[in-house]
């Protein structure tokens, strides 16, 4: 099956700095990727869905601000979360949909500690 | 908007028996995807498998199964013959067919465990 990476796996930082997450697309190209948090013991929960050279969407209650989502070609898409704060610690899950097919796939996810 | 309900926060299974996860669903298109995604505690989200709406046949893949009711909008997985592997978190999930609404929408989550 299609590969999707994320990195780093796993990041700690201090209140106030920005964090950039990756997700690529390893072996197939996407149009559109989803960016997805997860709170302990709760469900995933989509942030924003993003199309390749254009401007995310973002889901209600989800600052465009903070977590800003780039885009910029097939394979790539990053989320940098600005001016963290300790309740921005969450697991961000990324999701990558196969050109024009039905197919989604996740990323590992990854672990942002603010402290 | 659509909306995903696991009402099984926990579910509890003998290895080697069969149980069944339930989910329900609300949305007023007649044509979308539905799937149970397996998260393990490594937080991988993997599919499990996957409903066309429009399919009335039941999908099946190997020892997962499901029970799709459309006009109830009813989605239940059934593990059979359960192994300790399968102990994990499972979601069920809504996806739209229309391209310009085709994010997925998870449930709450079940968490299964698998007793040896």
């Known amino acids: 099956g299609a590969v999707v990476s994320q990195h780093p796996s796993r990041v700690i930082c201090k209140s106030g700095t920005s964090v950039k997450i990756e997700c690529r697309s390893l072996?197939?190209?996407?149009?559109?990727m989803f960016w997805y948090r997860q709170f302990p013991k709760q469900s995933l929960m989509l942030m924003a869905t993003s199309n390749e050279g254009s401007k995310a969407t973002y889901e209600q209650g989800v600052e465009k601000d903070k977590f800003l989502i780039n885009h910029a070609s097939l394979t790539l898409s990053t989320l940098t979360v600005t001016s963290a704060h300790p309740e921005d610690s969450s697991f961000y899950i990324c999701?990558?949909?196969?050109?024009?097919?039905?197919?989604?796939?996740f990323g590992p996810g990854t672990r942002l500690t603010v402290l | 908007a659509q909306t995903v309900t696991q009402s099984q926060p926990e579910m509890s299974v003998q290895e080697a028996e069969t149980v069944t996860l339930s989910c329900t669903y609300d949305?007023?298109?007649?044509?979308?995807?539905l799937f149970w995604y397996k998260q393990p505690p490594s937080r991988q989200m993997i599919l499990v498998i996957r409903?066309?709406?429009?399919?009335?046949q039941n999908a099946t893949e190997n020892r997962f199964s499901v029970n799709f009711q459309k006009a109830a909008k009813s989605f239940s997985l059934k593990i059979s013959d359960s192994q300790l592997g399968d102990a994990a978190m499972y979601f069920c999930a809504y996806r739209s067919s229309r391209y310009n609404n085709n994010d997925m929408r998870f449930g709450a989550g079940t968490r299964l465990t698998v007793k040896p």
């Open positions: 409903q066309e709406a429009y399919k009335q």
């Open positions: 072996d197939f190209q996407a149009t559109t």
């Open positions: 949305t007023s298109e007649s044509d979308y995807y």
């Open positions: 999701s990558a949909r196969v050109i024009a097919g039905n197919e989604q796939f």
